[in-house]
């Protein structure tokens, strides 16, 4: 299981936490963690789909 996975696993034990907590501002905090770390997945470790596709013709024709 890679760190990507284990943030995912947190994120998600995390969201399911914050679906059982009765009191509202805990439960908020709790689900700012979550998206906390569903966007460092998003940041940091961008899946192969989300990513920009450019072929090496293109990215050469633009000078990047």
């Known amino acids: 299981m890679g760190s990507r996975d284990r943030i995912a696993a947190f994120a998600k034990a995390t969201e399911v936490y914050a679906e059982t907590l009765e009191d ?7 689900w700012g963690k979550s ?17 920009p596709v450019a072929s090496p013709a293109t ?3 633009q000078g990047w």
């Not at 509202?24 to 709790?30: K, M």
């Not at 998206?35 to 990513?51: C, E, N, V």
Request: hydrophobic share 50%.
């Open 24 to 30: 509202p501002d805990l439960a908020n905090v709790y």
């Open 35 to 51: 998206l906390g770390l569903w966007q460092a997945i998003a940041i940091l470790g961008p899946s192969d789909s989300t990513r």
């Open 59 to 61: 990215v050469a024709a």
